[in-house]
């Protein structure tokens, strides 16, 4: 192969070699591939002039041109080189800048220790020089710039943020360590929640990277797509990931740190299996490049979302192999991190014994010397609560007590984990008092943390840190029996961000933030997203991750409206609900440990029905039911079909039997029932012979009734593509109704969908559906020109009256903990629908057809969602394998 020409004329001075030795510094972040031709050409040309500085000068570019690769190691390997040859020729000044460079390989490859020895030594020098030569200035910063990182790192923050604020208030406007020290504060306020202001940090750092070269841009991208997404604008923030993606591309850079970004941004989205994908392909691309203290980080990120997805043994391995690594990095940060990862992932198993309660007690210690209270509070809690498991009482209460101490000092979100760790020692000492009390702060602090979020998913994401909260409260006042209590209890912690203000933008930055040049996207990025925003917004969020994620191509949901007014509900009284019931039951459900509860609410009295420690059963039972379904609307054969149902009849039985059948109800009663956690996937219709409502919460339901029919709007009828019988079914439902708007399978197109449906008093979608478990709000109908995402049409304040949603899974809302739900049906309330129906489960398509229809003649008659759907189910023929699925798998929600 030719070798590829140089760009650097062979010169003659010693002078000129120099010069130009020392001009590198200033080219590589605009022009790195080009540096590195001309600092080997020089390099080779200082040899021939046995000119020691000019070949300092070209060995540190390289260096820093290969870290920018990837390759710390070899990095430090040529740096030492330079230093060694740098000192034998008595030049301090080189000398000072190639410790500096060094430092920063040291601290990527995790030798924290002497990454901080040579930065010391390196402002040593600087210091003694510093007034002698003006350019030493600008070392100065970026030394005062590193010693910042390290703080960064080792959990310091409080210093972080101080050399940070003193260090943009020094260095010129404009320069490199400007966006670096900007960028990184802006990280730093990220941690605190305090998003206006890390946004305008992140913004001067993507205005200031974009005139200096790409080797700077991908980060302040990458830093300002992270607040993008946890303030909402999800859009923006995909589409800041591409452009780090294009950055780190075009700069030639290692992409290992980008996907440790994209793997915690995908993890913030609860997009669980993109993040564990893009948490592995980082890890593999760090390994290549050397590791180090990148790599400790990326293993505890992935130990984190293993952790979510359910792998505990997954995330014990990566969480103690990060734990040696920070350890031998003296790290003790992201050690003590790691630590406690991994004892909360072997006690998920069912493995933590007394060595994991000794090393959460080292950690405690540790973080609580360097005065890192937050998180050695948190590690007291995970002490506290694994020595109660233990039973070892006394520990636990020692542990317990110095979370509740420590947290109180802190802000609010880790004053709610104190509160949790007084109200549990409370419990084990048996004073109901202490843990109501306790339990209420705590959830009235929750409350407040909440209402700062962004989106209804962050919103219900936060409600899980007082799941414990909640429940412990919940133990106390079903053991002294209250009614009233009870349901007091269980609306306040029910569907709590289903009630919370509607979604808001975060504040823009000030200044331009989108104009070319100021954005800092690549010349012609921000004229390409501005031709295609219209084709993308029609794409629609279909974000895809393969084994190598190779190419996860995304695309943007609609832009954030305007929300309407805030709504602020109070919880219900048992009066209250009993007016609005009109002769139906409330039944609400609750759970403690393994034990289900409910508050029955009829006409004559109120009594709460205690069902055992069932939890698990149902579960199963559950997980059975539906795979029986699931096999009856494809079976394999008649035999298959025969078995399926067998199985589908006695899990449906032992549901009524463990769930309805002890409240004593009247067969034929109407019931509102508020389900809990799992229960929210159980066929409600098929348990209970009389109409059946559901509801996230009795205050959500009581809101669903203030809503008033509106005859001046028409029914919307929309057929999905690619959907059998899907246009059938849309035409014969056309003649039920007056005014009638059809949107066929050609001409379902989001945008027109949207905009019949948010103006409809009754909306039918028959389309496809797809379900995202892992994280509700990606769930999707099939359109026209593509899916569309339950945040697209949430974010759209789509809202009709009533909504019938005849597709696969379109009722399968998903709980979280803290007593949450999300998904269509519970997003589609809460911006003000009334009446829903939907599935649970995959549906027959075809078969569907008979069910609807009786539907709707029900609904065109006046009947409620509940009765008409009651009435339908009763002309279905149940013997057969699609009649029984359509029985069983559609529930009405709501009150209209």
Known sequence: MQPPESTTPLVTSRAEVLAQARRLESEIDA????????????AEQARAHHHPEALVWALRALAVLSRHEGDPAGAVAMLDDALALARRAGLATPGAWVLASRSVAQLELGRTARARTDASAALRIVDERRGDDPELDDLHARIQLQLAVMDHNAGRLVEAEARYRSIVREVAPGSANLVRAANNLALVLVARTEYTEALRWA?????????????????????RALIEVQTGRLADGLRDLERAARASQEAGQSPGEYYVEYAETMRELRLLPEAAAAGRRALDELAAAGGGLVEVDARISLAET?????????????????????RAQRRPGAHDRAVLIAVRARARAGDAGPADLAAVRRAAGRLERARELGSAADAHLEGGRLAAALAMPRRADRHLTAAASLARRGPLSVRLRGRL????????????????????????DLARHRDALPTMELQALASGHGAQLGELGLEVVVRQGSPAAVLRWMEQTRAAALQARLPVVAPEPEGPTRAVPHDGVAPGAEQEDRESAHAAARQRAVIVADDELADARRSAWL???????????????????????GGRVLVEYGRHGDRFVAVVVDAARARVVDLGEVAGDVGDTLRALVFALRRMVDPSSRAAAEAARASADLRIARLRATLVEPLGLSPDAELVVVPVGVLHGAPWSALHDGPVALAPSAAAWLRTRARVPAP??????????????AQDEVEALRALHRDVQVLGAQDSRADAVVAAVAAADLAHLACHGALRSDNPMFSSVVLADGPVTVQELHRAGVAPRRLVLASCHSGADVAYEGDEVLGLVSAILSRGTAGVVASIAAVPDVEVVDLMLALHRRLAAGETMARALHGARGEIDRDTPAGFVNWCTFSAHGAA
Do not use: H, K
């Open 203 to 223: 913004q001067l750092a993507v205005d200031g990277a974009a005139r200096l070269g790409p080797s700077l841009r991908s980060w302040p991208y990458l830093t």
């Open 712 to 725: 001046d709007r028409p029914v919307v009828l929309v057929a999905g593509p690619d959907l059998r019988g």
């Open 421 to 444: 760790a007084a109200a549990l020692a409370g419990r084990l000492g048996g004073v109901d008092d202490d843990v109501l009390r306790e339990c209420r702060a705590g959830l009235r």
């Open 306 to 326: 293993l952790l979510m997805l359910g792998d505990a043994v997954g995330a014990a391995e990566q969480a103690e192999t990060a734990r040696v690594r920070a």
């Open 31 to 42: 022009d790195p591939a080009g540096t590195r031709l001309r600092a080997a050409d020089l």
């Open 559 to 581: 832009e954030d409206v305007a929300g309407a007014p805030s709504r602020v509900t109070s919880v219900p009284g048992i009066g209250t609900v009993r007016a609005a019931l």
